[in-house]
């Protein structure tokens, strides 16, 4: 038997002390100010126990990576989308292609419950569900060169479950960009410094696209430091261009920003990648990495303490002004990201095997990307929480519900218990140059207040306006790389189903066919958007749920593949390392869908509004939040969209998931009839240690082999 | 002291051009000329041109998450 060396025990019974500290700090504390230390603490101390024990657990008990085997990235070696990449590169890319605005957004959201049962959720389902899924689906796709998890979907279960995985995975990218997009409006509505600052992106982009593809291609390090200076210029002129003559045409009423921003989405779509594209997506790499160690390095050095009560009212009443619904299911849906993110199944099957060194590196890659990410929602559940939660209910309520007045605003959110007077929530809103903080809903604009409390806490209180706007530039800049880039996916997977009738639109390049699907994209996100801004009962209040429930739908498909190639493959006694958090994301997301759809509360359930509102059109009432007999129409329409969609929704996900288990009973019964679509074994020539930092055989290793490893 | 700052800063510009992709090229040149010796080397101006006409085709290459 192995024994640990004492150091070693010392030194994780240590983290575990450290960890369970800042858990017994968190459980305990009531009613009075808790230190956002003891929440890092909690997270560090989990996630290092995780890493160290189950993560590895899993990688050489369960899936047995094997080093001697060679991946995609050095049998199918091209030099260009196949090649071996160091895995502290790697870690980079894959971490900036799967953290985005969602581990931004849903905890902010959710912190309408508490602080607490985001917290929990945020590091239990990390560890559990979202990173474990990101590596298993980077090591079974990675023994599939690097297949996608669609086409995986198809392979390993068959025609009719991979179809339906793939419109669901379709339906939930529109829904994503609207959502997305409804976040940005939101921030920038009337906000003539934010629409001025994020409009000078497009020339700037341009610029750098010029850039790289005249004067200096390939040049990216050097383009994207004079990107960045242009941008933080374009910060700072935005708030002299707010307070001169020109303020008003950037003042723009959400209704127009909905009008530029379907707009941009389509043009940019459909103008080559280098021009806009691609220069864009290095400049909101830069700017994530850069804010995230910014904003890491802020919550350590200022430790803010948390205002926001550990669990509040509407956790077990369901009657949040920010999202209907008690806490579960609905805290678990809209915290996302950072916990458990169907769309991390997409990066980890395509980009990120195709460049992997060793198999051994899953755990870091897979697992370790996704611990950082968690680690970002857990900072935006700090961010959240720090503010007066007065004003964070005030920015985050409908305006149906709290009114357009700060004494209106001041009077029912100190109904809910949540004292703050108008003269604060004025003065909050004049201390970041903007006109009004009152239901600046969507999460971006919360965590951009939080965000600068903190920074200007450690750089002094004058600057408030300016980080607060960092933030807003921060966040709306990755957004719309998302809606140029998703509206892109997007359209692929319509030109490949369409090209399943006609066969033209087969050819991606088929100018007709891509400027239609490219409309058709736009037209349908822009649609949902469009509702979300003229929503009566709040956009976001109505569609952070779909999107939410949509994207751990996705998760489920993702741990449904996962599960049955743990059959297939031979692992049926380890099924339930996937199989629970299977078991636990169909439970949540499909009891919010039922009760998005069969509710009998009106907040929640799509057609007892709907039931509501159109017997009140038929009395010829109206009624509140709606204004007028339109708006009653708008309710009544928006609703019967949105409880259909999360019907349908869920019903493709119980036929991915039914047909899955009707695979992996048909293996454990017949295990003949399965076949496995596994790339044969070749043996590895390289030499790459597996985790961040190399162990003492694995330098010794190095030193024999010949010149694997790339020199620093 | 000196020598440890510079490996710093050369490692941190290792860093950047891997991340980037700006070492691209290079790889890509290092691969040919080791795989195929007699294939045409591309310049980097139409190398560049090739890869983002590769991404056009298929924009799930490099997609970015929520």
Known sequence: MRTAKPRTIALWTLVALVGAAGWTVLALSRDEEVSAAWMVAAALGSYAIAYRFYAKFIAYKVLKVDRTRATPAERLNNGIDFHPTDRRVLLGHHFAAIAGAGPLVGPVLAAQMGYLPGTIWIIAGVIFAGAVQDMVVLFFSTRRDGRSLGQMARDEIGPFGGAAALLAAFAIMIILLAVLALVIVNALAESPWGTFSIGMTIPIALLMGFYLRVLRPGRVVEVSLIGVALLLLALVAGRWVAESSWAGTFTLAPATLVVWLVAYGFIASILPVWMLLAPRDYLS?????????????????????LKMDAVTDFASRGDGPVFAGSLFPFAFITIACGALSGFHALISSGTTPKMIQKETQVRMIGYGSMLMESSVAVMALIAASIIDPGLYFAMNAPAGVIGTTVENASQVVSGWGYQISPQDLAQAAKSVEEASLLSRTGGAPTLAVGVSEIFSRVTGGGLKAFWYHFAIMF???????????????????????????????????????????????????????????????????????????????????????????????????????????????????????????????????????????????????????????????????????????????????????????????????????????????????IVAPAGLFATKEEKEEARHAVGAEPRV | MRSALSRAYRGVCWYLRELTGESAYDRYVTHVRRQHPDAEVPSRRDFERMRTERQEKDPRQGFRCC
């Not at chain 1, 790499?285 to 303490?305: D, E, H, Q, R, S």
Request: aromatic fraction near 10%.
């Open chain 1, 285 to 305: 790499t830069f700017m994530k990495i850069g804010t995230i160690v910014l904003l890491a390095l802020g919550v350590v050095i200022a430790l803010p303490t």
């Open chain 1, 475 to 685: 966040e709306a800049l990755f957004i719309l790389t998302a809606l140029d880039a998703g509206t892109r996916v997007g359209r692929f997977m319509l030109q490949d189903m369409l090209g399943n009738v006609y066969r033209p639109f087969r050819n991606v390049s088929w100018k007709p066919g891509l400027v239609l699907t490219s409309a058709l994209v736009c037209g349908l996100w822009g649609y949902f958007l469009w509702v979300g801004v003229h929503e009566p009962l709040g956009g976001i209040n109505q569609l952070f749920p779909i999107f939410g429930i949509s994207n751990q739908l996705l998760a489920a498909v993702a741990l449904a593949v996962c599960t049955t190639l743990l059959v297939k493959s031979g692992r049926l006694k380890w099924a339930w390392i996937t199989g629970i958090p299977l078991a636990w994301d169909a439970a949540v997301t499909l009891t919010a869908s039922w009760q998005k759809v069969f509710s009998s509360d009106p907040k929640v359930g799509f057609f007892e509004q709907r039931r509501v509102f159109q017997d009140a059109i038929d009395r010829g009432e109206v009624l509140p939040p709606a204004k007028s007999m339109d708006d009653m129409h708008t309710v009544v329409t928006n609703s019967t969209v949105d409880g259909v969609l999360s019907a349908v929704l869920a019903l493709l996900v119980v036929v991915v998931i039914a047909d899955a288990a009707r695979v992996c009973v048909r293996h454990v019964r017949r295990p003949a009839l399965s076949s496995l679509s596994e790339a044969p074994y070749v043996e590895s020539g």
